[in-house]
């Protein structure tokens, strides 16, 4: 059974610095498409970054130079390191495994997600 | 960015209903386009993938069409479990992108 736990969140003041972990187990991280998406309270989703298997990272341009994503090998574990932290990033964040097609060397969809960890950037 | 517009915003059923939802994309996007289930309290549960096909699990009541700019999710006769928040999200270039949600509602 695949489950990803997500933790590190909390209550932060603006322009402070986070780190999210998401620990997964029954999946091998360094061999799946891992990403972070997040979820403002009320509001929809917004795609924040992409950990390749290759070892290629993309991000949204709202986090870009901010926000970073890395992962642990040994630890089967992802990460996302929030760094001068607005209020505008007050949200959920799921850590979410993509499904790949190789062929068309596109991410098809979100198949399993974390239970979502709350971020909330405020004074 | 790829926009993704999804309407309505809000539709009311009943159970046993056929309910449409619609999502244009802002560019043509092939057939690169997911949809997703999301509950009160919960994850987004993949339902759609590739504008098509059918995520393993996920009832035949649920289905998808459409290609390059225009998608459509079905469902058909409508039950007391679909009540829910249904998102559409493209596949097609980084970075991903959501629409807004439209939310099924008891009518």
């Known amino acids: 059974e695949v489950q990803l736990v997500e933790t590190g969140g909390g209550l932060i003041q603006p322009g402070g610095s986070l780190r999210l972990s998401c620990a997964a187990s029954g999946l091998i991280v360094s061999d799946n498409y891992f990403n972070w998406i997040r979820q403002a309270p009320g509001k929809g989703l917004e795609w924040v970054s992409v950990f390749y298997s290759g070892g290629n990272t993309y991000y949204a341009d709202s986090v870009k130079g901010r926000f970073t994503i890395t992962r642990d090998n040994s630890k089967n574990t992802l990460y996302l390191q929030m760094n001068t932290l607005r209020a505008e990033d007050t949200a959920v964040y799921y850590c979410v495994r993509a499904i790949r097609d190789d062929f068309n060397k596109v991410l098809l969809g979100f198949d399993y997600w974390g239970q979502g960890i709350l971020v909330t950037v405020s004074s | 960015d790829i926009q993704m517009t999804q309407s309505p915003s809000s539709v009311s059923a009943s159970v046993g209903d056929r309910v449409t939802i619609t999502c244009r994309a802002s560019q043509d996007i092939s057939s690169w386009l997911a949809w997703y289930q999301q509950k009160p309290g919960k994850a987004p549960k993949l339902l759609i993938y590739?504008?098509?096909s059918l995520q393993s699990g996920v009832p035949s009541r649920f289905s998808g069409s459409g290609s390059g700019t225009d998608f459509t999710l079905t469902i058909t006769n409508l039950q007391p479990e679909d009540f829910a928040t249904y998102y559409c999200?493209?596949?097609?270039?980084?970075?991903?992108?959501f629409g807004g949600g439209t939310k099924v509602e008891l009518k």
């Open positions: 999200q493209q596949a097609n270039s980084i970075p991903l992108t």
């Open positions: 590739a504008a098509s």
